[in-house]
Nanobody, 121 residues
Framework: QVQLVESGGGLVQPGGSLSLSCTAS????????MDWYRQSPGKTREWVAA???????FYADSVKGRFTISGDNAKNTMYLQGNNLKPADTAVYYC???????????????WGQGTQVTVSS
């Protein structure tokens, strides 16, 4: 059984930084990509950043230049570092993992439970 465990988050002052991590436990044959999404109250879930198995990274325009996604394939873990946080970054941040559980299996995906990040003075 696959589980995604997120950590980090909390209350951050405007201009401060955040550090989130997400570890996928369970048996993956191969993880193809790991993403961060976020959802603010009253808004739809928004894609934030992604890292593929070869280390290629992608960012939403809203966080480009402020957030950095990284990963550790050996640990099935990814990280999200953010700087110069704004109140608009306040949201529940979700981890998303896409991969194959066996060599013959199709792609499947999993979501983490979410971790709250609040940017406020």
């Amino acid at each position: 059984q696959v589980q995604l465990v997120e950590s980090g988050g909390g209350l951050v002052q405007p201009g401060g930084s955040l550090s989130l991590s997400c570890t996928a436990s369970g048996s993956f044959y191969r993880i193809s990509r790991m993403d961060w999404y976020r959802q603010s109250p009253g808004k739809t879930r928004e894609w934030v950043a992604a890292i593929t198995s070869d280390g290629t990274t992608f960012y939403a325009d809203s966080v480009k230049g402020r957030f950095t996604i990284s990963g550790d394939n050996a640990k099935n873990t990814m990280y999200l570092q953010g700087n110069n946080l704004k109140p608009a970054d306040t949201a529940v941040y979700y981890c998303y993992v896409q991969g194959r559980l066996t060599m013959a299996a199709g792609l499947t995906h999993y979501w983490g439970q979410g971790t709250q990040v609040t940017v406020s003075s």
